[in-house]
Nanobody, 124 residues
Framework: QVQLVESGGGSVQAGGSLRLSCVAY????????MGWFRQAPGKEREGVAI????????VYADSVKGRFTISQDNVKNTLYLQMNSLRPEDTAMYYC?????????????????WGQGTQVTVSS
């Protein structure tokens, strides 16, 4: 059973930066994929960025390419999301997710374990 705890959310002005963290614990074998998703009020939860933990391969949503960077620290069992050049449309609850599926992408149904979320608010 994978437990995920996010932190690092907050309020920032447009153009600013935030770094989200997700500590993973409670498992014997590392998940294959971990990722960040977000959900704005009245909208579906969408994939932001994922990482294949075995090789470090990453995939990003088009809306965040060039601005967000996903990374992992295997020693600390922590996943990060560095968010730069933030925009008001990035405002959402951000969730960390993990899966043991052999193949996964930015689809929320690919992920079986979820954190409680951390709020990011970007003002114009």
């Amino acid at each position: 059973q994978v437990q995920l705890v996010e932190s690092g959310g907050g309020s920032v002005q447009a153009g600013g930066s935030l770094r989200l963290s997700c500590v993973a614990y409670g498992y014997t074998y590392s998940p294959y994929y971990m990722g960040w998703f977000r959900q704005a009020p009245g909208k579906e939860r969408e994939g932001v960025a994922i990482i294949y933990l075995v090789r470090g391969t990453t995939v990003y949503a088009d809306s965040v390419k060039g601005r967000f960077t996903i990374s992992q620290d295997n020693v600390k069992n922590t996943l990060y999301l560095q968010m730069n050049s933030l925009r008001p449309e990035d405002t959402a609850m951000y969730y960390c997710a993990a899966t043991y599926r052999v193949l996964a992408n930015l689809q929320r149904n690919d992920y079986d374990y979820w954190g409680q979320g951390t709020q990011v608010t970007v003002s114009s």
